[in-house]
């Protein structure tokens, strides 16, 4: 980022420009496909295969690829579901712990080109993509590392002559994709070739970690990968969708290192959910959760689709802290989504547009009321603009904790704040409080700690105020806030 003015912002710009030094960046910081994941901020991922037939969530690796048969799947459906839900983003299942490949492969016979579906010519990921492109959603791809039919696995040949030519083949078929995905998925019982019994491998060491993030890298060098140790987006530690409200983007792996980036190892849960404030790497999470209970479609979860109303508590949940949601979909044996989940995703996506279309606080000017320093007569009032993540204001470096008058063009009905930092200068505020002035008085409304890419404070009520005031009470730097907005969620649904 070139060197601006403090004072230019998504939300605030000084009247006179003064030139000053930009801060110094704060910890470890995000590359350019963090950023671009962080944008997102909601996507899919789209569990599809021989367990939507057999009812089952994790399949046994001895599936007939005969029962691969949908009737009528429309990746077109699917993927406009998720837009209509708002989601940006589509990750497939390309082949999920039973071995079963959605795309014609050279690496093992169970593939979709030995099934009925299309006479054996079909490619569900190709589908997808054409879906996507078509759509204007982003794509990503997962494909199992744990694979219960090969004979191979647990074998070094295995990781070497299968899993990464296979993913090699999907890095290098599809087109461009945000995001790699991957879990430690660690061995178990297997039909593994016929043998059917229990392998357990070392879910650090087995895979080769290094090596294979080496091919993303090479052949998608602007995805973000994200597994269990990162080593760009790291797992929450938890299936539910949510982040810690306290929730910092940087961490360290219990895992070896090379010194430069994380090695192979796992994510303790609790710590995955908050993050680490003095990790050394920055790998914010990923909140993975269903909409329905399981991850394959069931018939008797028709009726247990997750309401709108939960769906809007994940997000304030997840996007409200600082991560990005990932929401799984799951076709039915027609390979569609069922009306149930279509409607929920619809009803989803209109109350987000009618949250968030409007920011209550633009126009608004705001005044730094406790900044003290040589350089005190550059703070004066500054304006609203429209919003950019990356420009920002920020104090003199000796000044860590000022406070903003936000004075509002009217008076104004919210219940949701949003704060942002430019977080290509690092995550530097640790709290911060919100008061209104009402009946002639500061009164406080919202407190938070950890802010990052993207902080949403949900009220318990509505407030009404022409004029509000931000307090930074704790940052360890002086801060480079690039966002504040109102907005205001329906109440009565």
């Known amino acids: 980022m070139k060197c601006l003015s403090i004072f230019i912002s998504t939300l605030l710009i000084i009247s006179n420009v003064y030139s000053q030094k930009a801060p110094m960046p704060y910890g470890p910081l995000p590359t350019q496909a963090q950023l671009s994941w962080q944008e997102t901020e909601m996507y899919c991922i789209t569990h599809f295969g021989p367990d939507t037939y057999t009812n089952k969530e994790w399949g046994y690796g001895d599936e007939n690829t005969q029962i691969f048969n949908p009737t009528s799947f429309n990746a077109m459906q699917i993927v406009g579901a998720a837009k209509a839900g708002g989601f940006k983003g589509i990750v497939v299942v390309a082949k999920h712990h039973d071995g079963f490949c959605l795309w014609p492969t050279a690496t093992t016979d169970h593939n979709i080109s030995n099934s009925p579906y299309k006479n054996g010519k079909g490619d569900i ?78 879910r650090s060491t087995y895979y080769g970690w290094i090596t294979t993030w080496g091919i993303s890298k090479k052949l998608q060098p602007n995805a973000v990968i994200f597994g269990d140790v990162g080593p760009g987006v790291r797992w929450v530690g938890n299936e539910n969708g949510y982040a810690g409200e306290t929730s910092w983007a940087t961490y360290t792996p219990h895992a070896p290192e090379d010194g430069k980036e994380p090695g192979n ?26 909409l329905r209970p399981g991850w394959f ?55 987000l547009k009618q949250t968030f279309t409007n920011n209550l606080a633009k126009g608004a000017t705001l005044q730094p009321s406790n900044v003290r320093s040589n350089n005190q007569e550059k703070f004066g009032p500054l304006n609203l603009l ?38 290509k200068l690092g995550q530097r505020i640790e709290a911060v409080a919100i008061d209104a002035y009402i009946n002639n008085s500061w009164q406080p409304i919202a407190s938070a700690t950890s802010i990052g890419g993207n902080r949403l404070i949900r009220l318990k009520h509505v407030v009404n105020a022409d004029k509000l005031r931000l307090r930074i009470t704790k940052s360890p730097v002086c801060i480079a806030l690039s966002d504040f907005g109102l907005f205001k969620e329906p109440e009565a649904r």
């Open 265 to 290: 190892g796992f994510t303790k849960d609790a710590e995955g959910t908050e993050g680490h404030r003095d990790g050394k790497f920055w790998m914010p999470a990923e909140c993975d959760v269903s």
């Open 386 to 423: 429209d919003d950019d993540r990356y420009s920002y204001w920020a104090t003199d470096d000796s000044v860590k904790t000022p406070e903003l008058v936000i004075t509002l063009k009217q008076n104004t009905v919210f219940n949701v704040i949003r704060l942002r930092e430019n977080i």
């Open 125 to 202: 990921v190709m589908e997808y993509k054409n879906a996507c492109d078509t759509l204007g959603i982003k794509l990503g791809i997962y494909c199992s590392p744990w694979d219960r039919n090969n004979a191979f696995y647990g074998k070094l040949e295995y990781v070497t002559n299968v899993f990464r030519k296979q993913i090699s083949e999907l890095y290098s078929r599809y087109g461009k994709l945000f995001i790699t995905w991957f879990d430690g998925a660690n061995g178990g019982d297997g039909f593994y070739g016929g043998a059917k019994e229990v392998r357990k491998i070392d």
């Open 297 to 351: 479609y069931h018939k008797d979860q028709d009726d247990k689709v997750k309401s709108t109303d939960t769906l809007m508590s994940l997000f304030f949940k997840s996007v409200g802290r600082g991560a990005c949601l990932d929401l799984g979909l799951s076709p039915d044996r027609r390979g569609l989504l069922f009306e149930n989940d279509v409607d929920t995703l619809k009803k989803f996506g209109l109350l």
